[in-house]
């Protein structure tokens, strides 16, 4: 083991912690790490815009300790280097900064540093290239840029602690497309999708590539995965189909948010994203004193789920239209578990139901409100409507009575008076339910009623609270509030969209249409062009050209001075600056004729300043 420092002492502190490092690699038997798979890198070359993407391989890498964490991004002058980091895309785990020991010149000894600069952006595998970031300027047409995407992975405990992948150069030169070819889209559109479900879902296919746009027509579909030998047992995954074709292009994917972790595919990046379990909204939709609130009478904002008026709302207590309003709020943090994502109703009726302060007495009680579970999505379908109990809280008010307010307990929004606390609860534990419940306690018989209730699924909703701005009483019977849940993406949700208004169109016409953007540069040619290596690699750049034309060059007296047939399919052709034996053209005017079969020709006029002449001798 060497170890070379600044002095001796040094010396012997690198020396050592080499070692460290050798004596890792003796434990293991030799079997190192190795870094991430390298990402293979394709560039979508664009008008004065370049966007890089890459395979997702890396992002699920594990190996001996170490996990993936994020890809980097370089620019570099040339494709040999020196590279600068322009962009780090690192998974959000709270893993950021990255430390570890390293040599440092500067002050000749070992010392903790900086290693890789995360900041919990979320990976993706595409990444924006708005400008060259070495000189802070604008991309220009036609001109090579270097870029490099490496992942990283990283180990707490590992000498060292990342393993990082080589950087490999990738050419990219923005440019607009092929004459004959138009694109009807631009990096970042969103296309329009269409929704049949129940679901608050969304699918967002977003442009990446438009000259990859297939004009095809395209679904998202979910399904559950029922292989009990698989990890995903039980989950919902999502597929997306090129229903044009019949051909399913992403199968078997369970990621679902509105970060960047997607693949792209047909020049898409397809998002899928499912709400979370919660609340969407809280609404009163009935109420003997009125019909329904007016839209200027609504509570827009919901604070924070959608509603009118009844869900923390002060929108409206002084209205005469509306006077004894009152809301539903709660006390403490609890809301529930509505993880089941069914939808649930308060309703104020003339009969009583039955009730148990469980918290704290155990006393049963009747209330002059019923709580029911409405099922998933069919609030008009009384069909699957399931009556549940209410479990109390006695929270400073008279013992055993449900009272509004209830003692100098208030409520957490507003600080106002308020009711006992509400809990949900399933009475899962009786054959017929909630009328085996309330049949047991119509007979007294309290202790068969304990054991009917909370025993699986429990409370979907709790520690709610209601508010009466008139000071005192329910609201009056025949009013119901019912508490609407996020629906997820399921098998009853399917997303649909079309390419056909955003694919590129390509043909005669359009090469007619942009004939007058041939061009080329540098013109003037001043004796050199910055894109040139060496002194006898002269040449300037025809842009904007078909896949395939001819290109004839004279001088202005007529005399053709040189040919070329342009065929490597790209806008771009170059002229050595040479006629056709070789020799250099002399300074002066030439005049272009580009001719474009099928499509007409266009002339340019070209202004040469050519430098001194050198012959290189062989």
Same mark, same amino acid.
């Given at each position: 083991?060497?170890?070379?420092?600044?002095?001796?002492?040094?010396?012997?502190?690198?020396?050592?912690?080499?070692?460290?490092?050798?004596?890792?690699?003796?434990?293991?038997?030799?079997?190192?790490?190795?870094?991430?798979?390298?990402?293979?890198?394709?560039?979508?070359?664009?008008?004065?815009?370049?966007?890089?993407?890459?395979?997702?391989?890396?992002?699920?890498?594990?190996?001996?300790?170490?996990?993936?964490?994020?890809?980097?991004?370089?620019?570099?002058?040339?494709?040999?280097?020196?590279?600068?980091?322009?962009?780090?895309?690192?998974?959000?785990?709270?893993?950021?900064?990255?430390?570890?020991?390293?040599?440092?010149?500067?002050?000749?000894?070992?010392?903790?540093?900086?290693?890789?600069?995360?900041?919990?952006?979320?990976?993706?595998?595409?990444?924006?290239?708005?400008?060259?970031?070495?000189?802070?300027?604008?991309?220009?047409?036609?001109?090579?840029?270097?870029?490099?995407?490496?992942?990283?992975?990283?180990?707490?405990?590992?000498?060292?602690?990342?393993?990082?992948?080589?950087?490999?150069?990738?050419?990219?030169?923005?440019?607009?497309?092929?004459?004959?070819?138009?694109?009807?889209?631009?990096?970042?559109?969103?296309?329009?999708?269409?929704?049949?479900?129940?679901?608050?879902?969304?699918?967002?296919?977003?442009?990446?590539?438009?000259?990859?746009?297939?004009?095809?027509?395209?679904?998202?579909?979910?399904?559950?995965?029922?292989?009990?030998?698989?990890?995903?047992?039980?989950?919902?995954?999502?597929?997306?189909?090129?229903?044009?074709?019949?051909?399913?292009?992403?199968?078997?994917?369970?990621?679902?948010?509105?970060?960047?972790?997607?693949?792209?595919?047909?020049?898409?990046?397809?998002?899928?994203?499912?709400?979370?379990?919660?609340?969407?909204?809280?609404?009163?939709?009935?109420?003997?004193?009125?019909?329904?609130?007016?839209?200027?009478?609504?509570?827009?904002?919901?604070?924070?789920?959608?509603?009118?008026?009844?869900?923390?709302?002060?929108?409206?207590?002084?209205?005469?239209?509306?006077?004894?309003?009152?809301?539903?709020?709660?006390?403490?943090?609890?809301?529930?578990?509505?993880?089941?994502?069914?939808?649930?109703?308060?309703?104020?009726?003339?009969?009583?139901?039955?009730?148990?302060?469980?918290?704290?007495?155990?006393?049963?009680?009747?209330?002059?409100?019923?709580?029911?579970?409405?099922?998933?999505?069919?609030?008009?379908?009384?069909?699957?409507?399931?009556?549940?109990?209410?479990?109390?809280?006695?929270?400073?008010?008279?013992?055993?009575?449900? @009272?509004? *307010?209830? #003692?100098?307990? &208030?409520?957490?929004?507003?600080?106002? +008076?308020? !009711?006992?606390?509400?809990? /949900?609860?399933?009475?899962?534990?009786?054959?017929?339910?909630?009328?085996?419940?309330?049949?047991?306690?119509?007979?007294?018989?309290?202790?068969?009623?304990?054991?009917?209730?909370?025993?699986?699924?429990?409370?979907?909703?709790?520690?709610?609270?209601?508010?009466?701005?008139?000071?005192?009483? @329910?609201? *009056?019977? #025949?009013?119901? &509030?019912?508490?609407?849940?996020?629906? +997820?993406? !399921?098998?009853?949700?399917? /997303?649909?969209?079309?390419?056909?208004?955003?694919?590129?169109?390509?043909?005669?016409?359009?090469?007619?249409?942009?004939?007058?953007?041939?061009?080329?540069?540098?013109?003037?040619?001043?004796?050199?062009?910055?894109?040139?290596?060496?002194?006898?690699?002269?040449?300037?750049?025809?842009?904007?050209?078909?896949?395939?034309?001819?290109?004839?060059?004279?001088?202005?007296?007529?005399?053709?001075?040189?040919?070329?047939?342009?065929?490597?399919?790209?806008?771009?052709?170059?002229?050595?600056?040479?006629?056709?034996?070789?020799?250099?053209?002399?300074?002066?005017?030439?005049?272009?004729?580009?001719?474009?079969?099928?499509?007409?020709?266009?002339?340019?006029?070209?202004?040469?300043?050519?430098?001194?002449?050198?012959?290189?001798?062989?």
């Amino acid at each position: 083991v060497v170890g070379q420092g600044v002095d001796n002492l040094s010396s012997i502190t690198v020396m050592r912690f080499y070692d460290q490092s050798a004596q890792l690699a003796y434990d293991m038997n030799f079997e190192l790490p190795s870094p991430p798979p390298q990402p293979k890198v394709s560039v979508v070359q664009l008008d004065e815009d370049l966007i890089l993407t890459w395979d997702p391989a890396a992002a699920t890498f594990s190996d001996k300790g170490y996990n993936f964490e994020g890809y980097n991004i370089y620019q570099a002058p040339s494709a040999a280097g020196p590279w600068t980091k322009i962009a780090t895309l690192d998974k959000v785990n709270g893993i950021t900064t990255i430390w570890d020991m390293k040599f440092n010149l500067d002050i000749g000894a070992l010392v903790n540093q900086p290693v890789q600069w995360g900041k919990d952006t979320g990976i993706g595998y595409s990444f924006h290239i708005e400008k060259d970031y070495l000189h802070n300027t604008p991309l220009i047409n036609g001109k090579k840029y270097y870029f490099s995407v490496t992942a990283y992975a990283y180990n707490p405990n590992g000498i060292p602690k990342v393993l990082e992948n080589a950087t490999e150069a990738v050419t990219a030169i923005p440019q607009r497309p092929v004459l004959d070819t138009k694109y009807n889209a631009t990096y970042g559109d969103t296309i329009e999708v269409t929704h049949t479900g129940v679901s608050q879902g969304a699918v967002i296919p977003i442009v990446v590539d438009p000259a990859k746009l297939t004009g095809h027509d395209y679904k998202v579909t979910f399904y559950t995965i029922e292989d009990t030998t698989s990890a995903h047992y039980g989950e919902v995954a999502w597929k997306l189909t090129d229903v044009t074709l019949g051909k399913d292009l992403l199968v078997d994917q369970f990621h679902q948010g509105t970060d960047e972790d997607f693949q792209m595919v047909d020049g898409m990046l397809v998002k899928v994203a499912g709400p979370s379990p919660g609340l969407l909204a809280v609404v009163e939709v009935s109420n003997p004193s009125y019909s329904s609130l007016p839209p200027d009478e609504q509570d827009a904002a919901g604070a924070p789920y959608g509603g009118n008026n009844v869900w923390l709302s002060l929108s409206c207590p002084d209205d005469d239209n509306y006077s004894g309003r009152f809301f539903i709020s709660y006390q403490g943090s609890y809301i529930g578990d509505i993880s089941k994502c069914h939808d649930y109703e308060i309703r104020w009726t003339a009969d009583s139901s039955w009730a148990t302060f469980g918290f704290t007495s155990g006393t049963y009680i009747k209330v002059p409100f019923e709580l029911w579970d409405i099922g998933f999505s069919t609030p008009d379908d009384p069909s699957d409507d399931v009556q549940m109990m209410a479990c109390l809280y006695e929270d400073g008010g008279t013992p055993d009575v449900w @009272d509004i *307010p209830n #003692g100098d307990a &208030v409520e957490n929004v507003w600080g106002l +008076p308020c !009711s006992d606390r509400i809990y /949900f609860y399933y009475v899962d534990n009786a054959a017929n339910g909630y009328a085996d419940f309330a049949a047991a306690c119509d007979a007294g018989d309290f202790a068969s009623a304990d054991n009917m209730w909370g025993m699986v699924y429990s409370r979907p909703l709790g520690r709610l609270v209601v508010v009466n701005y008139t000071g005192t009483g @329910d609201p *009056p019977a #025949g009013t119901t &509030v019912r508490f609407l849940t996020n629906k +997820p993406n !399921s098998s009853a949700d399917v /997303f649909t969209f079309s390419t056909a208004d955003y694919a590129a169109k390509k043909g005669v016409d359009v090469a007619k249409a942009r004939l007058d953007e041939i061009n080329v540069f540098p013109n003037p040619y001043f004796a050199s062009n910055k894109a040139e290596t060496d002194f006898f690699s002269q040449f300037i750049t025809f842009n904007n050209l078909p896949e395939k034309c001819t290109i004839r060059i004279f001088t202005l007296s007529g005399q053709m001075m040189r040919t070329i047939e342009h065929t490597n399919g790209t806008p771009f052709e170059k002229w050595d600056l040479n006629n056709e034996h070789g020799l250099p053209a002399a300074s002066g005017m030439y005049i272009a004729l580009v001719d474009v079969p099928n499509v007409g020709q266009k002339i340019l006029k070209i202004a040469i300043i050519n430098r001194q002449a050198r012959y290189r001798h062989m």
